[in-house]
Nanobody, 125 residues
Framework: QVQLVESGGGLVQDGGSLRLSCVAS????????MGWFRQAPGKEREFVAA????????NYAESVEGRFIISRDNAKNTVNLQMNSLKPEDTAVYYC??????????????????WGQGTQVTVSS
């Protein structure tokens, strides 16, 4: 099973940007659907963005549409989440996740089989 490690989180001011990365080991991310989720204190884990297994189709939660961009770098076996125009309500622990190869993309957390440990993103007002 692939292991995922997120990085790039931190503290940023309202309106700022961060780039999260998710590096995979023990397997390739090529041809796998990828998702980013987040969980704020006291709230359930929620869908943020997904990339289909071809790497060409993206899907976003309405709350981040137009501000976040998900992408995959096959050469580095990495999936990135570029986050722009950050807002205090984006504060959460962000997780990357993957499904089996060639599976359809999904916004449902329970559909994903491998998860990273998460990286904290804090946006100050």
């Amino acid at each position: 099973q692939v292991q995922l490690v997120e990085s790039g989180g931190g503290l940023v001011q309202d309106g700022g940007s961060l780039r999260l990365s998710c590096v995979a080991s023990g397997g390739t991310l090529r041809s796998t659907p990828m998702g980013w989720f987040r969980q704020a204190p006291g709230k359930e884990r929620e869908f943020v963005a997904a990339l289909d297994w071809t790497g060409t189709a993206t899907n976003y939660a309405e709350s981040v549409e137009g501000r976040f961009i998900i992408s995959r770098d096959n050469a580095k076996n990495t999936v990135n989440l570029q986050m722009n125009s950050l807002k205090p309500e984006d504060t959460a622990v962000y997780y990357c996740a993957t499904r089996r190869r060639f599976a359809p993309w999904s916004s449902v957390a329970s559909d994903y089989e491998s998860w990273g440990q998460g990286t904290q993103v804090t946006v100050s007002s």
